[in-house]
């Protein structure tokens, strides 16, 4: 059964930039069925999607982050990754990695249980 | 980049039916897939294109769209559904939006 799991560092400091790497287990990246995805989730807030990634490498952001948000992936590794810079607290948030299915209209069918990140000194 | 808006709070009595609702532009082109949160969990899908359920989802879950507004409609609300719904869909840009997100109190 595929799995996804988040890792990277729980605590950033302002200004610094946010790394988070996404391990797809149980099935391969490299499928044209799907775009793989990181949504969060500030404390108490809503879900804010940041982007897409096609295993070719192709993105999607989130015109508000775009600025600051890089994806990528490493399919020799099974992994897709997550880079945004000039953190501050705003970006504190639960951060999940998810499979965009495109069969249709696009929905997420696979989510990773989310990783904890905080922006502070 | 569209908005979706869902109402804040909405409650139903155990065992009636209570229809979340999510209206966006992106809707009229689109079909919302709707999520499930439960506390300190990560959503599922519950809900996706135009009615369709993921294995393992209950079919008292069903969905509908008319024009821009999309619904999540729950048929005898069980206690175990008390949780966030959050509506989504994907935009022409290729982007993908979120509601605000529900959160449903079963009485």
């Known amino acids: 059964q595929l799995q996804l799991q988040e890792s990277g560092p729980g605590l950033v400091k302002p200004s610094e930039t946010l790394s988070l790497t996404c391990t797809v287990s149980g099935g391969s990246i490299s499928t044209s069925a799907y775009y793989w995805g990181w949504i969060r989730q500030p404390p108490g807030k809503g879900l804010e999607w940041i982007g897409n990634v096609y295993y070719s490498g192709s993105t999607y952001y989130n015109p508000f982050l775009k600025s600051r948000v890089t994806m990528s992936v490493n399919t020799s590794k099974n992994q897709f990754s997550l880079k945004l810079t000039s953190v501050t607290a705003a970006d504190t948030a639960v951060y999940y990695c998810?499979?965009?299915?495109?069969?249709?209209?696009?929905?997420?069918?696979?989510w990773g249980r989310g990783t904890l990140v905080t922006v502070s000194s | 980049s569209s908005e979706l808006t869902q109402d804040p709070a909405v409650s139903v009595a155990l065992g009636q039916t209570v229809r979340i609702t999510c209206q966006g532009d992106?809707?009229?082109?689109?079909?919302a897939s709707w999520y499930q949160q439960k506390p300190g969990q990560a959503p599922v899908v519950v809900i996706y294109d135009k009615d369709n359920r993921p294995s393992g989802i209950p079919d008292r879950f069903s969905g509908s769209r008319s024009g821009d507004t999309a619904s999540l409609t729950i048929t005898g609300a069980q206690a175990e559904d008390e949780a966030d719904y959050y509506c989504s869909s994907r935009e022409t840009s290729g982007n993908v939006v979120f509601g605000g997100g529900t959160k449903l109190t079963v009485l």
């Open positions: 992106s809707l009229r082109s689109f079909y």
């Open positions: 998810a499979r965009l299915n495109l069969e249709q209209d696009w929905y997420f069918d696979l």
